[in-house]
């Protein structure tokens, strides 16, 4: 008996959804990303405008004074869509907890100066209050967002910002033998520490933001731009010199997380800017506004931490945005 094993070839009718071959000018076979991002949102047929906002639309692109031609223009250079953002976010949290069992089992922390923990108490563990906040703000842009482009990577962003507060959770935790004593002890200093009044009125600030470009600017630039490189770099490396690399370790997922974080901020804000002379004064005005109110903002707790340096690393540091707003097409 004798079996004969064919093969055949078929060739596909359609190489890609029609939407995203219409947007791509034939019918191309599109990249994962394409085909999850292009022309998702809903544009036709709602059915009733919101009762708590009258006014717009469901998707509505009035929601923002920034106007765009083409709201798929503010695309991700990551190319995140759901698959590859989760696969990239577990392999770094595969980091972070080799880091924590590698701290734990060392007792490294343990090796920080005494004075440098308590310090460590009051400029560290608050923060997870500001990156809850960044997660309210990164939540809002997708909802109030137009175009998957944006909204997609911006709920990602959110997703982002609730971990990072995760992890100074379980840093307050190994400091107080997960006793829960320091976090309430952080709290008490986010709500009444004089140091720390500034950026929490920045924060509740930008929670009544409407306009979601603003607030994105707001968030991205000015938040995420000054305070992590002032409290994961400057502060950080003051820390070193009384026995804190522990807990650099522990932290090291802010540090990768903000430079591909960066990418994608300037890549929308420099589309957006692009796109007339409107946006990018528009843009402009609004990054310069925050980033001198997050800046003021933070000083005395700069202050409190680096002492007489602290001036110099708040000048640098905006210095440093400066120079990435200049790159986007921005004057701040």
């Known amino acids: ?44 047929n709602f059915h009733y405008k919101p009762l708590w ?29 759901y698959a590859t953002y989760n696969i990239a976010r577990a392999n770094m949290h595969q980091s972070v907890e080799r880091n924590f069992a590698f701290v734990d089992k060392r007792d490294m922390l343990d090796q920080m100066d005494a004075d440098w923990r308590a310090t460590v108490a009051d400029y560290l563990l608050p923060m997870r209050h500001v990156a809850w906040g960044a997660n309210m703000n990164m939540t809002s842009i997708c909802d109030r967002g137009y175009g998957t482009a944006i909204t997609a990577p911006s709920i990602f ?11 100074l959770s379980r840093i307050g935790l190994m400091l107080d033998n997960s006793t829960g004593d320091s976090l309430e002890a ?16 920045a924060v509740e600030d930008s929670l009544v933001v409407t306009d979601w470009m603003e607030l994105f600017t707001a968030q991205t630039l000015a938040f995420d ?16 010199k009384h026995g804190a690399a522990g807990l650099s370790m522990l932290t090291e997922f802010m540090i990768e997380w903000r430079a591909e974080h ?43 931490v680096l002492g007489e340096a602290a001036d110099a690393s708040i000048t640098e540091i905006k210095a440093d945005i400066a120079a990435r707003c200049a790159k986007i097409g921005l004057a701040v």
Do not use: C
């Open 53 to 81: 906002e009258p006014e717009y639309w469901t998707y509505d692109p009035r929601k923002t004074a920034l106007k765009m031609e083409d709201w798929y223009k503010l695309r991700d250079p990551r190319q995140y869509y």
């Open 186 to 201: 952080a709290k008490a200093t986010w709500m009444d520490s004089a140091h720390w009044q500034g950026l929490r009125k």
């Open 262 to 304: 960066e990418k994608w901020t300037d890549a929308v804000l420099k589309a957006a800017a692009a796109e007339s002379p409107e946006n990018a004064l528009m843009l402009s005005g609004w990054a310069k506004a925050w980033i001198d109110t997050v800046a003021e903002a933070a000083r005395p707790l700069a202050a409190r």
């Open 157 to 167: 962003a959110a997703g982002d910002h609730l971990g990072m507060a995760q992890i």
């Open 1 to 44: 008996m004798t079996i004969d094993i064919k093969t055949m070839n078929v060739e596909p009718r359609r190489h890609t959804f029609g939407h995203v071959a219409r947007r791509l000018g034939a019918d191309k076979p599109a990249s994962r990303y394409d085909e999850a991002t292009l022309d998702l949102q809903p544009t036709d």
């Open 225 to 240: 731009g000054i305070l992590h490189r002032l409290v994961f770099d400057r502060f950080d490396a003051v820390g070193q």
